[in-house]
């Protein structure tokens, strides 16, 4: 099988690359080793698909800042609009900034990608998994379920995040095989394991989670917590677990819009002279079950203590939930080793996009963002160096 570019994976990233490729004028395949393409899409926004953000910023994304923002460019913030809008799906963004398809269905996002390919005469092959790339610039041989010769390659097979969707590492691996180096991989967005959870199990709560480590605060946010019987997940400890390491304390605020003074006056507001028990008290608070915790974990008497109590309940981190659990890879290939062209400089027309990269965002469509923009990007490059 011969083509102009090959990409390799055919997720979010592979197939921007893809379609930017073959707009550019490129004969294109891509190599995708699932039954079908876009298997990890369907499952992002729980279905919803928060394809990205209504402002995404080098600020919201971990690794090299100026690279980052280069490659943001590409589509600006509001260029995810206008890209899909190419597709023809429309696009909306909720109170927080999360933009997703206006169906709220991740397949109409899916089924107009695959259509786009289609049109543009793109060459689909899925059960494709290729295990070694051979070969160099305008002569490459892929070898693996197919054999393919391209002319230039496009790797974005994706990260280590949710293996079940196929992004089981594949790619470090090939990479490693070429001489590129990668930076440690470990999960982000995911859960915090963490005992004493488990009698909180399916409770929800607004708080603030903070991960201590000694006597240093080393990361914070606000949102939703989710109680598990392993330990604590939700948007907040998502956006906190890529610093979470075994024996920092994760203390959960369950007045974070309070200081100290604030919520002790708050409870003696709401006591209202009646003497109420502590956890009747924080009842008409949050939880039952938080309220009975905080409650007992007081340091004292008093509406102080009370609240204090309630702004620090405490659990030591035992790790982070794994690969399986994350949504998205931390580490990859560092800009050192590539150009803003994407092509990796060891390899030329060899170019990287998506997950690959050591580049990870918050949690709210930043990631799917970076995979459209890198996407774009390493695609039309390949085709203009042809």
Not at 265 to 292: M, V, Y
């Amino acid at each position: 099988m011969n083509t102009g570019i090959c990409v390799i994976g055919g997720g979010a990233a592979g197939i921007a690359a893809a379609i930017s490729a073959a707009r550019f004028g490129a004969s294109v395949t891509v190599a995708e080793g699932n039954s079908r393409v876009g298997k990890k899409l369907l499952q992002t926004g729980n279905g919803r698909c928060n394809l990205s953000h209504v402002s995404p910023a080098a600020e919201d994304y971990f690794g090299d800042r100026d690279f980052i923002k280069d490659v943001l460019g590409e589509l600006g913030t509001t260029g995810a609009f206008t890209f899909f809008k190419s597709l023809g799906v429309l696009l909306h963004s909720d109170g927080e900034g999360r933009v997703y398809p206006y169906s709220n269905s991740a397949n109409t996002v899916l089924d107009a990608l695959r259509r786009e390919l289609d049109r543009l005469g793109v060459n689909v092959v899925t059960d494709c998994r290729i295990t070694e790339i051979s070969g160099a610039d305008g002569a490459f041989v892929l070898a693996g379920s197919e054999t393919i010769k391209a002319k230039k390659v496009v790797l974005a097979s994706g990260g280590c995040a949710a293996p079940s969707t196929g992004s089981d590492g594949g790619g470090f691996v090939l990479l490693e095989r070429l001489g590129v180096k990668h930076t440690p991989l470990r999960p982000a967005l995911t859960g915090i394991k963490c005992g004493g959870t488990a009698r909180f199990k399916g409770v929800r709560a607004k708080a603030r989670v903070t991960l201590l480590r000694g006597a240093s605060r080393v990361a914070s946010a606000d949102g939703e917590v989710q109680f598990t019987d392993r330990g604590l997940s939700g948007i907040c400890v998502f956006d906190v677990s890529r610093f979470a390491e075994k024996g920092d304390v994760v203390n959960v605020d369950l007045l974070p819009d309070y200081t100290p003074e604030l919520a002790a006056g708050l409870l003696e507001e709401l006591d209202c002279g009646r003497n109420l028990p502590p956890a009747e008290l924080l009842g008409g608070l949050f939880n039952r079950r938080l309220a009975e915790a905080a409650a007992a974990n007081a340091k004292g008497a008093g509406f102080a203590a009370l609240a204090e109590s309630a702004k620090s309940l405490c659990f030591k981190a035992e790790g982070v939930m794994p690969f399986a659990n994350a949504q998205v890879t931390a580490g990859g290939v560092p800009a050192s080793e590539i150009g803003s062209d994407l092509q990796v400089g060891r390899v030329p027309g060899l170019y990287l996009a998506g997950e690959l990269l050591d580049v990870d965002g918050k949690c709210g469509g930043y990631n799917l963002h970076w995979a459209w923009c890198s996407g774009i990007r390493a695609g039309r490059e390949a085709a203009a160096s042809i």
